[in-house]
């Protein structure tokens, strides 16, 4: 284990497992459909990229950057647009795919902004869920696990762009950031 992670809370067989079922869930209801994955940047990098490699259906991707915190672990609820899609979504089959929905903030903006580009149908994809930190209601339509009010790092998410790389997903040791904040 990292030094700087506290303790695992999803390891990677757990992560692999939800995700091959994630997949098998969208190729099952995109039956018929290419749907286009807009994967996230930068945390929902290696999410995107798993759960495609599971999906039995065709599918293409794009990639959207928005706004994050920062070297901060709190949301500010200013949303800014930083890496616009490549190719217009009117008439398709829209997932977004997230890594974690924390305030709900940034996939309601979101989810906002790509309705006015008239896809034919637009649902969230998200790994990890910390419902007790809700400021908008918003429920992802395919959701991998609920996690607790811990900041976490690994698989995709960062703290101050590092730990991304970690094959788990583990609560970073509070005294990591509070040294920065
Ligand atoms: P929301 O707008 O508050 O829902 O924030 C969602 C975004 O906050 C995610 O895309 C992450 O980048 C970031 N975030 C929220 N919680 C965590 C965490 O525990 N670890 C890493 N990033 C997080
Ligand atoms: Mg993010």
């Not at 099952?28 to 945390?43: A, M, N, R, S």
């Not at 959207?64 to 609820?77: D, F, K, L, V």
């Not at 902004?113 to 869920?129: E, H, Y």
């Amino acid at each position: 284990m990292h030094q700087d992670v506290a303790k695992v809370l999803l390891d990677e067989p757990t992560i692999q497992a939800k995700v091959r079922e994630l997949a098998a869930r969208l190729s099952e209801d995109y039956q018929g459909k290419c749907p286009v994955l807009i994967c996230i940047l930068k945390g929902a990098f290696i999410f995107t990229a798993d759960l495609m490699r599971h999906l039995t259906i065709p599918t293409r991707v794009d990639f959207m950057a928005i706004s994050s915190y920062g070297n901060r672990t709190r949301s500010s609820g200013v949303v800014q647009i930083l890496k616009d899609l490549d190719r217009s979504i009117e008439g398709e089959h829209v997932v977004v795919v997230e890594d974690i929905i924390d305030s709900g903030l940034t996939l309601t903006y979101l989810q906002e902004n790509l309705w006015s580009r008239r896809p034919a149908s637009l649902r969230s994809c998200v790994l990890l869920d910390k419902p007790s930190r809700r400021e908008v209601p918003f429920t992802p339509d395919y959701l991998g696990f609920q996690v607790p009010d811990e900041f976490v790092v690994g698989y995709g998410l960062d703290y101050a762009g590092l730990y991304r790389q970690l094959p788990y997903i583990g609560v970073l040791k509070p005294e990591v950031y509070q040294k920065h904040s």
